[in-house]
């Protein structure tokens, strides 16, 4: 099958679910730095960069841990409305909240664009920039799904209205207030069922990854955290066992060694049906933007296997400007529109 062939020849139903960690905001930073220069943190330097010094040096030792989400459980734990609490809590929302991404082509933008309104991004991060990438490329086409499930700054949520929208945003039907979500929680009481905005989001997480139609799975910078127990248990019974999903493809985005990642996500992957990748440009993303499910579907179609091959399409890495890049995937736009 031809680059040619393989743009025109579209699927319904087969559907790809990317979940993204604090590694793909920080490659794409690393690629396209934010437009002010400001740095992206990890939980290991996290306290340095946001500049939490000053708080932090003032606990006790029995609060005090290298990693910010285990030191904050603790310091929740002595005391959820102290005045450490709630001004870390600003802070980590200013921190994040002024991030902006430059103008040029980014990781996210290349990633929105490379999915369908049937694919679906679950994110894990705080910063804007997916949502960012989102809203500067909605109206050249149809976008996939997001769900936010650990909050995120760029995002409001209405209890009455049970919708979401942009923080601090008024609904224009009901003019109800898009409050901003909550982002820091202890890691020992992650109860997501007690937040109805972050219940919302995991329960359309969880019905995304038990589908039958759900064929492709990318983790893209997520590390499984020990901090995130409860997380990848929900995944984990959503999915089911890598005997059930024996079909499904797994897709492992991360400068980790490819060893070290197999086996954190083993319970997931069925014998060999998982791909590797140091960049987002390495991943089946990339190579064959916004038809992954028809690449998927390919190997079961009833040719040889030389016509079932399907030569790759993958994103050009040299473009400028948005407007090039829209310029570039316009032929597959073109295709779903028809």
Same mark, same amino acid.
């Given at each position: *099958?031809?680059?040619? #062939?393989?743009?025109?020849?579209?699927?319904?139903?087969?559907?790809?679910?990317?979940?993204?960690?604090?590694?793909?905001?920080?490659?794409?930073?690393?690629?396209?730095? #934010?437009?002010?220069?400001?740095?992206?943190?990890?939980? @290991?330097?996290?306290?340095?960069?946001?500049?939490? !010094?000053?708080?932090?040096?003032?606990?006790?030792?029995?609060?005090?841990?290298?990693? $910010?989400?285990?030191?904050?459980?603790?310091?929740?734990?002595?005391?959820?409305?102290?005045?450490?609490?709630?001004?870390?809590?600003?802070?980590?929302?200013?921190?994040?909240?002024?991030?902006?991404?430059?103008?040029?082509?980014?990781?996210? !933008?290349?990633?929105?664009?490379?999915?369908?309104?049937?694919? %679906?991004?679950?994110? %894990?991060?705080?910063?804007?920039?997916?949502?960012?990438?989102?809203?500067?490329?909605?109206?050249?086409?149809?976008?996939?799904? =997001?769900?936010?499930?650990?909050?995120?700054?760029?995002?409001?949520? +209405?209890?009455?209205?049970?919708?979401?929208?942009? +923080?601090?945003?008024?609904?224009?039907?009901?003019?109800?207030?898009?409050?901003?979500?909550?982002?820091?929680?202890?890691?020992?009481?992650?109860?997501?069922? +007690? @937040?109805? $905005? =972050?219940?919302?989001?995991?329960?359309?997480?969880?019905?995304?990854?038990?589908?039958?139609?759900?064929?492709?799975?990318?983790?893209?910078?997520?590390?499984?955290?020990?901090?995130?127990?409860?997380?990848?248990?929900? *995944?984990?019974?959503?999915?089911?066992?890598?005997? #059930?999903?024996?079909? #499904?493809?797994?897709?492992?985005?991360? =400068?980790?060694?490819?060893?070290?990642?197999?086996?954190?996500?083993?319970?997931?992957?069925?014998?060999?049906? %998982?791909?590797?990748?140091?960049?987002?440009?390495?991943?089946?993303?990339?190579? $064959?933007?916004?038809?992954?499910?028809?690449?998927? *579907?390919?190997?079961?179609?009833?040719?040889?296997?030389?016509?079932?091959?399907?030569?790759? $399409?993958?994103?050009?890495? !040299?473009?400028?400007?948005?407007?090039?890049?829209?310029?570039?995937?316009?032929?597959?736009?073109?295709?779903?529109?028809?």
């Amino acid at each position: *099958m031809t680059r040619e #062939e393989g743009i025109k020849k579209t699927y319904p139903g087969v559907s790809h679910v990317v979940i993204l960690g604090a590694g793909a905001s920080i490659a794409t930073t690393i690629r396209n730095p #934010e437009k002010s220069g400001k740095e992206l943190p990890s939980m @290991n330097n996290f306290i340095d960069v946001v500049g939490l !010094d000053d708080i932090i040096e003032t606990l006790p030792d029995e609060v005090q841990d290298d990693n $910010f989400e285990k030191l904050y459980s603790n310091l929740h734990g002595q005391n959820p409305e102290s005045e450490e609490i709630l001004e870390i809590q600003r802070r980590v929302r200013d921190y994040f909240s002024d991030m902006e991404l430059p103008e040029e082509p980014t990781i996210y !933008d290349y990633l929105i664009l490379s999915l369908r309104p049937k694919d %679906f991004i679950a994110t %894990f991060n705080w910063d804007p920039f997916l949502y960012q990438a989102f809203c500067r490329n909605v109206d050249k086409a149809p976008m996939p799904h =997001i769900c936010f499930l650990h909050g995120n700054v760029a995002i409001g949520y +209405s209890k009455a209205d049970d919708k979401t929208g942009p +923080s601090g945003m008024y609904s224009k039907r009901t003019g109800n207030q898009f409050k901003p979500t909550q982002l820091l929680y202890p890691v020992a009481e992650k109860n997501y069922n +007690s @937040n109805q $905005f =972050i219940s919302r989001e995991w329960n359309s997480f969880r019905t995304r990854l038990e589908s039958d139609g759900t064929k492709r799975v990318t983790i893209f910078g997520y590390g499984a955290p020990d901090t995130d127990v409860e997380a990848i248990d929900i *995944m984990r019974e959503a999915w089911g066992g890598s005997d #059930e999903r024996n079909m #499904e493809q797994f897709e492992l985005l991360d =400068i980790r060694e490819r060893e070290e990642l197999r086996e954190t996500w083993d319970d997931f992957i069925h014998t060999h049906h %998982f791909d590797y990748g140091k960049s987002f440009f390495d991943s089946i993303l990339a190579k $064959f933007p916004r038809r992954t499910g028809e690449r998927y *579907m390919h190997q079961f179609l009833p040719t040889t296997p030389a016509e079932a091959f399907q030569e790759p $399409f993958p994103v050009p890495q !040299d473009v400028d400007t948005l407007e090039e890049l829209w310029d570039w995937y316009e032929p597959l736009f073109k295709v779903e529109r028809a």
